[in-house]
């Protein structure tokens, strides 16, 4: 498994502290698992994520999950710059997290218009949206 860790985008100062393992770096797997390589400074441009979390109705999640293979994926395979996405789901199917990384910040924000849209479709359907945010991939392995 792949282990990711990714911090708020953030200017100034304070920016070296978001990227130590201080609580805004985030690992998407053993939190006890070295983080190794940064894919910022290994001959390319910088890699961004867009987090986006929903509380859901668990009734609803076998529609929600249909509506990401059939109209959610084929859409954002063709955007520009998409390096992967992931829909993550607890066990109780309360909470989904859809986590994108894209090549570049403008890549990003290109496609925010294009996902809004099912952001909106989900929200019609009985979700609540909970959070969009931004980050800068710091490191990867």
């Known amino acids: 498994m792949r282990l990711i860790a990714f911090a708020p985008m953030r200017s100034g100062p304070g920016r070296q502290a978001a990227h130590r393992a201080d609580g805004f770096v985030v690992a998407l797997d053993d939190a006890e698992r070295e983080i190794q390589g940064n894919p910022n400074t290994e001959g390319g441009d910088k890699m961004h994520a867009r987090v986006t979390t ?3 109705e668990p009734a609803r999640r076998e529609e929600g999950t249909r ?4 109209e959610v994926i084929p859409a954002v395979r063709k955007m520009d710059g ?4 992931w829909w993550l789901a607890n066990s109780d199917g309360t909470r989904v997290i859809a986590v994108s990384f894209w090549d570049s910040v403008e890549n990003l924000r290109a496609s ?6 099912f952001r909106d479709r ?3 359907s009985g979700s609540t949206l909970l959070s969009v945010e931004e980050y800068e991939v710091v490191a990867e392995a």
């Not at 509506?67 to 059939?70: F, G, S």
């Not at 925010?112 to 849209?117: K, S, W």
């Open 112 to 117: 925010d218009q294009a996902v809004r849209q």
């Open 82 to 85: 998409l390096r992967g996405a």
């Open 122 to 124: 989900a929200q019609e």
């Open 67 to 70: 509506m990401v293979e059939d």
């Open 54 to 56: 929903f509380h859901t």
